[in-house]
């Protein structure tokens, strides 16, 4: 008689347990098939990438230790970093205990909210700092925003109007996965790091080693990359990807020395924020020359007396075309280097 209380408090407990989970779930959490492909890069190092079910926009990866697993960026809205928690599920059920964001972005850190406070966020103070401050309301988190009510609508209308079936269908998905992200959106709740770093610190799990670097000011004043020393593999977030980072919050003529500095770390592959896991070194070099034309082009029509949105039409970068698809400089690079010209930028 004494073991049936004990046996219904636990049952009690699990429920609690379970409505807590629950409760957490993000809106916008829907979708078909599977959110991501998990790319195995190295043995428990793996690159997340979207498949389009489901809006997550940037990469993020994850390292499975012998007790943990450690997740590099979170998506760009709490019900993507959630859908991302429940597929590692499939391939692990060790916790996740820590999070690093390697940089303060909408599309890598807006996942941070659905993380138990236990559990590590590191980014850099300067990461803290802007998540801590109004970045929702920067030009490049308002713009993503505010275009969304108008691509819902448009989705909309090419739905009544598509006869297709198979491309009405299309549609249909991707009308779904924007009123999720915006759903998502609305619930937002800004979180940052709850531990800081400047230059470098160091996550030992068994024979692991996780280094946390700042290389230097380029895509932000606070980009991070994570390097496996051992595994020979750095996930560099936008301060390297497969194409062209955003220049908004950058500093290109500070970025080709930071990039430097991240050659002379001993690696063989890199986890990009942006595209697909790759091996070509080379690739650092092309962005490299593509940011010293980019930031002597785009000085060189300031100082003709362009402004900034003439200069995004003008510049032309199109010498870099056979390393970047597309080499334009849209309105809100032009507008960061003018001003970093004119020494107003934040
Ligand atoms: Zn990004």
Do not use: C
């Not at 002597?296 to 870099?320: F, I, T, Y």
Request: charged share 20%; glycine share 6%.
């Amino acid at each position: 008689m004494m073991k049936r209380p004990v046996v219904l408090g636990v049952i009690a407990a699990m429920f609690a347990v379970a409505i807590a989970a629950q409760s957490r779930q993000p809106a916008g959490t829907s979708h078909n098939g599977k959110a991501f492909r998990f790319n195995k890069v190295k043995e428990g190092v793996y690159h997340a990438v979207g498949t389009g079910s489901l809006a997550v926009v940037g990469n993020s990866s994850f390292i499975v230790n012998d007790n943990d697993v450690i997740v590099v960026d979170d998506h760009v809205s709490p019900a993507a970093a959630w859908v991302l928690l429940e597929e590692i599920k499939e391939v692990t059920n060790k916790p996740v205990t820590t999070v690093i964001n390697t940089h303060f972005h909408f599309d890598h850190a807006h996942g941070n909210q659905i993380f138990e406070p236990n559990v590590q966020i590191i980014g850099h103070e300067f990461t803290r700092r802007m998540l801590l401050s109004n970045s929702t309301s920067m030009p490049l988190y308002q713009n993503y925003l505010t275009g969304m009510p108008g691509q819902i609508d448009s989705l909309r209308q090419r739905i009544a109007s598509e006869a297709d079936p198979a491309a009405k269908a299309k549609l249909q998905t991707q009308l779904q996965v924007t009123e999720n992200n915006y759903a998502s959106q609305k619930e937002l709740k800004l979180t940052p790091p709850n531990v800081t770093l400047t230059t470098q610190m160091s996550l030992y799990r068994g024979n692991r080693e996780i280094q946390i670097r700042y290389l230097g000011r380029g895509h932000t004043a606070g980009d991070v990359v994570v390097y496996l020393p051992n595994e020979k593999v750095v996930m560099t977030g936008d301060f390297l990807t497969s194409g062209l980072s955003n220049l908004s919050d950058s500093y290109p003529d500070e970025w080709v020395a930071s990039l430097d500095a991240l050659k002379k770390l001993d690696f063989d592959t890199v986890m990009p924020g942006h595209g697909e896991a790759f091996t070509d070194k080379a690739k650092i070099d092309y962005y490299q020359a593509y940011l010293r034309d980019v930031w002597s082009e785009v000085g060189r029509l300031k100082k003709q007396g362009v402004s900034s949105e003439e200069a995004a039409k003008r510049a032309d970068l199109s010498k870099h075309k056979d390393h970047f698809p597309n080499t334009a400089v849209p309105p809100i690079g032009t507008a960061r280097i003018y001003a970093l010209l004119d020494g107003t930028a934040k």
